[in-house]
């Protein structure tokens, strides 16, 4: 996709929102911010529509104060950042009733929804696909953006360590360092430090670690009533995959969260099983080496059958 055709229709639209999915993380609120500061240079007011956020994305400061309520109109224009699919947007009634949609996302498994679509597949955060089209747009990146980019390439490459890591994103925050973000500090916030219910309902999971198949798999899982116990804010579960992800000799690694009566399935690999095949198997969808979906099934029966799943690709 050209962006100009894009730049186009962003210039010639007046109502504009801008939405993401839903459990944002950071790649979400960072995309969804810098859009929205990119469209302030342009002198376009939209509205920023995000539901709920985990605290941490406070660093970017202009966040809680720019949120809005959607508006009860057909919007000319729909940005849609960092969503494989509608379904996962709480906002898809908007979304559906927008003049023209804009899709910009780097999930393999997007399924080119918008009218426009800007979709990097395999690109290592929705904020790197943003900052070519920045670019093409010719408004220059300043610090508030540039801190809205980093805490969703630093999230979606989990601290510069994801395979998806390339050159291109060590060249564009090296560039952002000369804008004077404090790339240590959004670090520390966004990625390494937990709160104390997070690091409660970490240890929960961290004692229910279990692992299959000669140590290549891990599993473990929390529930409604571990959260409740902990008092479990939003987010509070991001990282737990990870835990058993770094572990030697694990290939994948499997992380369920119960929320709504449902359970949210994250899945992480390290380097040869694609589990976006996994998540694509379930309606989810993901990449190569990070993919989630959300599923009814009871634990045990989840358990066993994204075990076997696994088992078979390894
Ligand atoms: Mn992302």
Known sequence: MQHKEVIDIIKNSTNIAIVTHESPDGDAIGSSTA?????????????????????VF??????????????????????????????????ADIIKKAKN???????????????YNIVEGGSPACCQVLISLFKDLGIAIDKEIA????????????GFRNQSTNKETLIDVANMLDLGVNLSEIYMKVLSTNTL???????????????FKNGKIAFTYITEEDKRRVNAQIGDHEGIVDVG?????????????????M????????????????????????????????????????????????????
């Open 147 to 158: 801190t809205s980019l980093l805490v969703g390439i630093i999230t979606d490459t989990n």
């Open 263 to 314: 359970y949210k399935v994250s899945l992480r690999s390290n380097s040869y099983v694609n589990v976006s095949e996994i998540g694509l198997m379930f309606n989810g969808g993901g990449h190569f080496y990070a993919s989630g979906f959300v599923s009814n099934l009871d634990l045990l029966d989840l358990k066993n059958k994204l075990i076997e799943e696994v088992a078979k690709r390894l």
């Open 245 to 261: 992800r770094c572990i030697e000799g694990v290939e994948v690694s499997i992380f369920l969260h119960e929320k709504d009566g």
């Open 58 to 91: 406070n660093v970017v400061n202009i966040l809680s104060e720019s949120i809005r309520e959607p508006r009860n109109i057909k919007y000319d224009l729909v940005i849609v950042v960092d969503s494989a699919k509608i379904e996962r947007v709480n906002e």
């Open 35 to 55: 859009m929205y500061l990119i469209l302030k240079k342009l002198n376009k007011e939209a509205d920023l529509i995000i539901k709920e956020y985990s605290n």
């Open 101 to 115: 949609v804009i899709n910009i996302d780097h999930h393999i498994s997007n399924n080119l929804f918008g009218t």
């Open 197 to 211: 219910s997070q690091f409660e309902l970490k240890k929960i999971a961290d004692n229910r670690l279990e692992f």
